[in-house]
């Protein structure tokens, strides 16, 4: 009870007022909702594409450097906006729930519907523990800085532990052709897709490579590492988009 | 409101499923889109064959055929270092099960050599009932899309016929159709609802209008409790906690999962089967006669096999112009080829064995038009590329050259 201005002064909503202040409430957060599903979605399907979209993308070098790196961007915006006017300590997990909602609706119909991809070729990768993880610190420090270090380097370092229970299984080894394959690679021989033979694939491909068996934590701490310096960035602009656009209203 | 709602609702769906959407689609059927002279002077396919064109759900069905590496690979085209033999269809109507280049096993890219000889298999099997135009084509790197002759493949039974089931290294039978599917769904639904109630936990409460009050009022120790601190504190550490723990329980659930596979396939030509060295033929001009839609082209053949051979099928780009004086009813491929009787030869008596002979062969069809090959004439590469089938009566043999030569156009 030590604010600066005397507690006495401020009086909440009631009655009606109140009323029209949780309609707003709703109306925002649905339309946040799909602002985010839309443009998170397409932002996320532009860069990381092809790593997310297909199993046999999914490799142990680039996938969890670059989808941590690009999908940090919006939850960094949305905190920034969310903690800072509101303290509200979802804008993470909004975000990436938002992200997986539209990215189960396309796979499903796009992929699998009208493109007709089975649904487990095409299964995404989830990053929710780093997004809760990325909250509840912003919440328990209200400090850029450290949710920038560790909360950056967290949702980088929990991306591909977390979804390895999903993917793990795709990755057993299987005789085919003469030749040793993963599950995942079957998939991409078997369901033909017309415009992505398999040498497109970015996968095994750089110097991360000579560390041999340790291209994954490598390639995680890499992207933990910039998560760190992408959080920040994203942050301010998350800042200065909502103090030009949406919020001189209120 | 309710309306508008819905419509919003179905707008924003409508979007996010198209601004997803892969890509195979859109590119199923290019066979024109590329320059000619890439189309001709780059794989140059032949005796491309389905085994059946009307089949089943779950039946398998194999196309087979050969091509020919240009030697006179154009300069503007990357070489062809990783080639992927892929085939046209609009999505997964049909899932590959085998693909063999000269009888080896093959899965991933291979390096083509330019004026190697090669023959493809590749085994296919029903996945979705209808009817498909279907081509081979290679993917080459950094190239694009080069089409082999296409055919109508009529799939019938139901979709519900289909399956797909291998067998892991360990021996485990895995359905592709629906593996780690379940579990997919399982883990999402997992982390979906403890995201979900932690937003519900927050979303309950007043947002935005009074919580921003309330901060600019300096309340702020108002708006974090002391049970969402604890909260807080539990997901900061078990989450965490609880995300190793998973991983750690999935590794040694498949402890011999190896990374994707990354590797090129090395497959070398087959000994040589085009320019072999029996029958040589040797281009010496050629010209492209722009109003009677003909090539002219003027060959010196020089025949050192043991009997006469005459010049029976000139073709580019699975267009097949046959001399009409042979009897070539087995030279047919597949439906979409192009075949035209249109090639004439000035001087048509067998080259008998010994006897060189220049000769002018005249292969006119509307399909030079039809097939955008005529463009070839405005091109920045003008050369000209084809297979010349030459054929021993006698013996049954076929002896197969390739054509070259830069093409010179006529208006006249
Ligand atoms: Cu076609």
């Known amino acids: 009870m030590s604010a600066h201005i005397p507690v006495s002064t401020f009086k909440p909503y009631r009655g009606e007022k109140a009323r029209l202040a949780r309609a707003y409430d709703y109306l925002i957060l649905v339309l946040a909702l799909f602002l985010f599903i839309g443009s ?24 969890p450097l670059v989808t941590p790196l690009i999908g940090i961007t919006f939850p960094a915006a949305v905190q920034a906006v969310l903690w800072d006017k509101f303290r509200l300590p979802l804008g993470a997990t909004l975000c990436v729930t938002a992200l997986l909602l539209g990215t189960w609706v396309t796979r499903v119909f796009a992929y699998h519907y009208w493109n007709y991809f089975p649904i487990n070729m095409v299964l995404p990768a989830t990053m929710l523990p780093g997004a809760l993880v990325l909250d509840a610190l912003l919440m328990l420090t209200n400090s850029l800085t450290i949710t920038s270090i560790f909360g950056g380097a967290a949702f980088a370092l929990l991306f591909y532990p977390s979804n390895w229970p999903i993917f793990g299984m795709f990755h057993q080894p299987v005789e085919y052709a003469n030749s040793q394959l993963t599950v995942a690679d079957l998939f991409g021989f078997q369901y033909i897709r017309t415009g992505m033979p398999e040498y497109l694939r970015i996968i095994e491909r750089g110097t991360l490579r000579t560390y041999g068996q340790y291209a994954t934590p490598l390639s995680a701490f890499c992207s933990a590492l910039l998560c760190s310096l992408m959080y920040p960035l994203w942050w301010h602009i998350g800042k200065w988009f909502a103090s030009t656009r949406y919020l001189t209203k209120i | 409101m309710k309306t508008h709602f819905k419509t919003w609702l179905l707008a924003l769906i409508g979007l996010t499923v198209l601004s997803g959407l892969p890509m195979s689609s859109a590119q199923a059927h290019g066979e024109k889109a590329l320059e000619p002279f890439i189309r001709m002077r780059t794989i140059q396919w032949y005796d491309v064959q389905w085994s059946t064109q009307k089949f089943n759900v779950d039946d398998e069905v194999s196309v087979s055929g050969k091509f020919h590496v240009a030697e006179d690979w154009p300069i503007s085209v990357p070489k062809p270092e990783a080639s992927f033999l892929n085939i046209s269809t609009p999505g997964p109507v049909l899932i590959r099960t085998e693909r063999y280049l000269n009888g080896k096993p093959w899965v991933n890219s291979v390096a083509l050599q330019p004026g190697g000889d090669y023959e493809f298999k590749v085994v296919l099997k029903g996945r979705l009932p209808g009817r498909y135009h279907i081509h081979p084509f290679f993917n080459l790197k950094d190239a694009g899309q080069v089409m082999g002759p296409g055919a109508w493949l009529e799939i019938g039974g139901a979709a519900s016929d289909f399956s797909n089931t291998i067998k892991t290294i360990s021996g485990e039978a895995i359905d592709m159709e629906s593996f780690g599917l379940s579990n997919g769904i399982f883990w999402h639904l997992f982390w979906g609802l403890l995201a979900a109630a932690w937003l519900i936990w927050w979303v309950c409460r007043p947002l935005f209008i009074s919580r921003y009050r309330m901060l600019e009022a300096g309340l702020e120790h108002e708006l974090v409790t002391k049970n969402d601190k604890l ?10 906690v609880l995300v190793l723990v998973l991983n750690e329980i999935t590794a040694n659930r498949y402890p011999d999962a190896i990374p994707l596979q990354a590797g090129l396939d090395q497959i070398l030509p087959l000994p040589a089967q085009v320019n072999a060295g029996t029958v040589n033929v040797d281009t010496l001009k050629a010209e492209y006669n722009v109003a009677q839609r003909s090539m002219v082209l003027q060959v010196k053949v020089d025949n050192r096999s043991q009997s006469p051979v005459r010049i029976g099928e000139f073709s580019t780009s699975n267009v097949h112009f046959l001399n009409p004086a042979l009897s070539l009813s087995g030279v047919m491929t597949g439906d979409n080829d192009i075949t035209s009787p249109g090639l004439s030869i000035d001087d048509d008596k067998p080259i008998e064995p010994g006897e060189q002979r220049v000769v002018t062969l005249i292969a006119r069809d509307a399909a030079w038009e039809s097939e955008k090959l005529d463009g070839l004439i405005r091109d920045a590469d003008s050369r000209i590329g084809g297979l010349l089938f030459l054929y021993d009566e006698l013996l049954g043999q076929r002896y197969i050259s390739s054509i070259s030569a830069a093409v010179i156009p006529k208006f006249s």
Do not use: E, M, N, S
């Open chain 1, 40 to 63: 998170f979605h397409l932002h996320f399907a532009l860069t990381v594409g092809d790593w997310d979209f297909w199993v046999d993308w999914k490799d142990r070098q680039w996938w």
């Open chain 2, 231 to 240: 909260i807080a504190k539990l997901i900061l550490v078990g989450v965490p």
